[in-house]
DNA sequence: GGCCGGCGTTCACGGCCCGTTCACATCTCC
DNA sequence: GGAGATGTGAACGGGCCGTGAACGCCGGCC
């Protein structure tokens, strides 16, 4: 496999979610999402770095393409977009999860209501 | 099944449609549906590249046979003129899903009414 | 030839999607 | 409780796309 691993028909999978960036696509369960093209980059780029913490100034750089302006809630927003299509297409998958204060992680995690309704063990 | 698969009474089948390029045929149900030589060569290759995302200047070369204008809109027009028949034929389906900003998508779909009128997550 | 209808192309209008930003609500941590 | 971070809904403007229709071409028919 060469280097550039992503220049040609790269495929991202985290847990049932599978990315085709280069196809513009996204499926789960073998249904296409439907993403505009910035929720497909940040859904990819978050994918790319699965189960590692990304700062928001890192995410939008890799995604807008530029430096993120202090105060900038663009990759809030987005996050959220993604977080509603994540979730109507498969409701018991948790996907972006938030650290406070530094960004968010790319898991594929069941959400599963136990007694005390508690899913956090991730820490920063 | 040899690789020029469509080079010899090639049969494509997307959901309950079924398109035969050599016939000059497509079938919906057991019922011709009666198309022009665009439409039908537009559905062939749409249904040739089916779950994948195809701009439009790549339909409009495979059809047409020459570079797309800038601003050309014929494969739009097309399109539509496909979904009408297609919608005709069989009500209950979409198959040829826009994705904005590069082109169109092919994919047999059931047109799921939800009580809100919303289909935007199942693609359809 | 003249009429007619289908087809392909092009245009224009309008609706809606998308990206951006703001405002307010809610949450986390101390 | 308080300050700051994050969640969430919505407004807004630009531009992409849906859509109807006009136009010319061509072949069929009388």
Redesign the interface.
Known sequence: MPLAAHTRSEVLRVGPLEILPD???ARAAD????L??RELRLLTELARRADRIMAREELFSLVWGREMRTGDRSVDVYVRKLRV?LE??LPDWSFIHTHFGFGYRMAAERTQRTRHGNERFTTG
């Open positions: 196809e513009h696509l249904r296409a999402l439907m505009s093209i299509k109507a297409a």
